[in-house]
């Protein structure tokens, strides 16, 4: 699978060409995000192939790129709406490839340090990942899992993510 799709010289410079493209002159966050499907060589990805390569993708960044300064990068995994409420403690590889969304690839961000202060510590509720997700991430920075669910009216059902936030 990552032999077919994942050419790591490729894929860093697709995401330098993300992070240039959303990083102003004046070194301030312009607002967007990229998901891993838009990275060169990962268009062909399917579904069910998403959530190993979101890690891959982790694993690169953590082990290879430079932090910008006031910013912290983050994975953000949308989920399959659900009826009811639910809390998550504890996170598996197994669980998030079940509960992965149908329609919306997970997807690279940045946030201020503020922002991440402000609202990701507030909204968000930790989660524990299990073995399965560690062994996909050897690093030696700090990784904080969350997750959000929230009532979306418009659905009528339970919208529901995953964070993965790397920190220094």
């Not at 082990?63 to 910008?68: P, R, T």
């Amino acid at each position: 699978m990552a032999g077919i799709y994942l050419h790591e010289n490729k894929v860093k410079k697709s995401i330098e060409d993300w992070e240039n493209a959303i990083i102003s002159l004046k070194g301030t966050w312009e607002g967007n995000n990229l998901h891993i499907d838009e990275i060169v060589s990962l268009d062909k990805i399917t579904r069910s192939e998403w959530i190993n390569f979101s890690f891959m993708i982790l694993n690169i960044l953590v082990n290879k790129f430079k932090s910008i300064d006031s910013l912290i990068l983050f994975l953000q995994i949308e989920l399959k709406y659900s009826l009811k409420k639910m809390s998550l403690d504890k996170l598996s590889l197994k669980w998030l490839k079940e509960n992965v969304s149908e329609y919306t690839p997970p997807s690279l961000n940045f946030t201020s340090l503020e922002y991440y202060t402000d609202f990701y510590e507030k909204e968000l509720v930790t989660c524990k990942p299990n073995n399965s997700i560690l062994e996909l991430i050897h690093s030696s920075k700090s990784l904080d899992f969350f997750y959000r669910t929230s009532f979306d009216e418009d659905e009528q059902m339970y919208s529901r993510e995953v964070y993965v936030f790397i920190r220094d």
